[in-house]
């Protein structure tokens, strides 16, 4: 905290500005906050684990220890890596070029995705959005390598497109072109990747589910879009089983099929040797590794210096083989008392939930029923799966890192594709048990706690109620909205992508939920760059009813236990509260990530995410009374409630 500054006039700076002048960014890093902090902590955890692993992996080699350890190994191998050079990518290098005319494309791009490649569009497996018990496949626009269209079409990010245009001739000629084949390889990808980006909708548009929801059987795929690109597609990738796709934005794919005939093999030779590169660079020789940080991270992201070898094989480890990891994290560091006093968080916040659907002024009885039975089918799971994944089939060598990734990533693109038409695994997590946040399911009616954020400063056996109330109470509170905020509300009892609302619901529900919007929109982040309230807007609901539901939790609490009733360091229960919600979205960015978060993050920047969801209660001008009436920090805020 900053103690010196008035709560009333700057109440960011109160609760976290002791924290933000005392913690620059690192070096390594291009934003640091709570999560952060978490988050080095945990891998410090997984580091003692692997390092463990690596140097005494045990006897079979498909456990869970000998697999992790022999992959953390690999990757710390940094010889072997330089000795591989690009072997590892060679056989896709090789496949793309024995290319001999465009007949081909479809089959080759096929192969590519199986290999976890990227290219031209994006393929994934999914519960079926309108009938979440079976899995579908879904065709997503893609293609793209810098992070949203924006970097490709407006003049903000002009400096970057150019700086990607040199990156590209510069990873060419890693892959032997002369210079002047090096830079018509770089002119060729960024023109057809600007193309794709032309037809690619805004990452606003890309939230509201049901514009993106467009299901074809196959005959109708291949009837919109003439030619023998699905079929051969469909039919190497085993992705037609089901007998339908689901498309999320067809004039993308129509837009495909222009670009597909307005150029020569020979580019998309060059495009598709690109995305092989680009997928794999990272887990490559140095030389390749070093420019990809140099672009992707220094130029993109702003940081100085490359993360520690350690670090990044500990995340490629989690990454590939995430839940064999996590089973050693859990046995050694997640204790059941901690799973315990979640349960009964999350049952305290359930409670609150559904009283709040009982009695909300402003929605009729006809929608109200139906709000209330999809919360009673709502779950939560905290900390792990009760069955963690089997990665035996998975080949680990030592000596091999950049093609263990390739194998694992090959594993679960089949496993992924293996389900397509099958039914739902409704045990399945979505995160790895270590990861360092938390989600909501809309098609499981779910929300997913791992045991990596159940720790300080988002929960802490140790500490009282106002405190974990204020932070991973209001977290909890947070995914619970997210089945009600302007997207999860759409999704039915059996989370289907259904529309049970009455008309009069769900006018009131937008004109509430545009209020938000508006007040987001006139933040400013960045010099003349405000906060995308459209696009932020499902976090920033989740935001104001999870801190809202997490409070009344906690005054319940105090309610029925007058003891839990404390002044600490001379704070109430409320103020802690209060200081804890913002305390975990203390953070500093640089200004080149905080350019790329405000452009693609559906999440608000965490000095405003810190003050005005608090700011919106009364109570919180209850907790820091100003002598003039209301506080200037909440001048913003308009006292909407939605939840």
Not at 455 to 480: K, L, R
Request: proline share 6%; hydrophobic share 40%; charged share 25%.
């Amino acid at each position: 905290m900053d103690r010196s500054v008035d709560p009333v006039v700057d109440f960011y700076g109160y609760a976290t500005g002791g924290w933000r002048r005392s913690n620059p960014v690192p070096a390594d890093k291009s934003i640091w906050g709570g999560f952060g902090e978490l988050l080095e902590r945990n891998f410090r955890l997984l580091r003692e684990l692997l390092e463990s692993a690596a140097a005494d992996p045990g006897g079979a080699s498909a456990t869970p220890r000998r697999q992790v350890g022999d992959f953390y190994a690999s990757a710390l191998d940094q010889a072997r890596r330089e000795q591989l050079g690009f072997g590892p990518i060679q056989s896709l290098l090789d496949r793309v070029e024995a290319m001999v005319d465009g007949s081909e494309l479809a089959r080759v791009l096929a192969v590519v995705h199986d290999a976890g490649v990227g290219g031209l569009f994006e393929p994934f497996v999914y519960p079926d959005r309108k009938q979440s018990s079976i899995y579908a496949f879904n065709l997503n626009q893609g293609g793209l390598s810098l992070p949203d269209r924006e970097y490709y079409l407006t003049d903000t990010f002009a400096e970057q497109r150019e700086a990607y245009r040199v990156h590209l001739a510069r990873m060419f000629a890693r892959l032997g072109h002369s210079v002047m084949e090096a830079d018509s390889a770089a002119t060729t990808v960024l023109l057809i990747e600007t193309e794709l980006a032309r037809a690619s909708r805004s990452a606003t548009d890309l939230r509201d589910q049901l514009r993106n929801y467009h299901r074809f059987t196959i005959e109708e795929l291949v009837a919109r879009y003439p030619g023998p690109f699905w079929s051969d597609y469909l039919l190497v990738r085993n992705g037609g089983k089901a007998g339908y796709v689901v498309v999320g934005q067809p004039e993308f794919f129509e837009a495909v099929r222009t670009i597909l005939a307005a150029h020569s093999l020979a580019e998309w030779k060059t495009y598709l040797r690109w995305q092989v590169l680009h997928s794999n660079a990272s887990f490559l020789h140095a030389a390749v590794d070093r420019e990809d940080f140099d672009f992707f991270h220094r130029t993109l992201q702003g940081q100085a210096e490359p993360e520690a070898p350690w670090r990044r094989a500990a995340m490629t480890v989690d990454e590939q083989l995430g839940e064999a990891l996590g089973q050693l994290y859990v046995e050694r560091h997640f204790p059941p008392e901690a799973r315990t006093r979640m349960a009964e968080l999350i049952s305290d916040l359930r409670e609150v939930f559904r009283d709040r659907l009982t009695h909300l002024d402003w929605m009729t009885e006809a929608t109200r029923k139906k709000a209330l039975a999809k919360f009673e089918r709502f779950a939560p799971k905290i900390g792990h799966p009760e069955k963690f994944r089997d990665y035996s089939s998975v080949e680990i060598r030592r000596t091999e890192y950049a093609a263990n990734r390739l194998r694992a990533t090959a594993f679960e693109v089949r496993r992924q594709m293996d389900r397509i038409g099958g039914p739902v695994d409704r045990t399945e997590w979505g995160m790895t048990p270590p990861t360092v946040n938390a989600y909501f399911s809309p098609t499981k009616n779910e929300i997913v706690f791992p045991a990596g954020i159940l720790q300080p400063p988002f929960f802490d056996v140790t500490m009282d109620d106002a405190v974990n109330y204020g932070a991973i109470g209001s977290v909890i509170g947070h995914e619970i909205t997210h089945g009600y905020d302007d997207q999860g509300r759409r999704f039915d009892i059996d989370g289907n992508l259904v529309d049970w609302w009455n008309e009069a619901d769900a006018k009131e529900f937008q004109a509430r939920a545009q209020v938000v919007v508006s007040e987001y929109s006139q933040l400013e982040a960045l010099p003349g760059t405000f906060v995308n309230g459209e696009l932020t807007l499902g976090e920033n609901i989740a935001d104001f009813g999870g801190v809202s539901i997490a409070l009344e939790a906690l005054q319940r609490r105090l309610t029925a236990d007058p003891s839990r009733r404390r002044v600490v360091d001379g704070l109430t229960p409320e103020q802690r509260f209060f200081i804890s919600w913002a305390q975990v979205w203390r953070e500093n960015c640089r200004e080149p990530e905080q350019r790329r978060r405000l452009t693609v993050d559906p999440h608000a920047p965490g000095r405003f995410r810190g003050v005005l969801p608090v700011a919106n209660l009364p109570e919180f001008s209850a907790a820091f009374p100003s002598p003039n009436g209301r506080p200037p920090t909440t001048d913003r805020s308009p006292r909407v409630r939605i939840w």
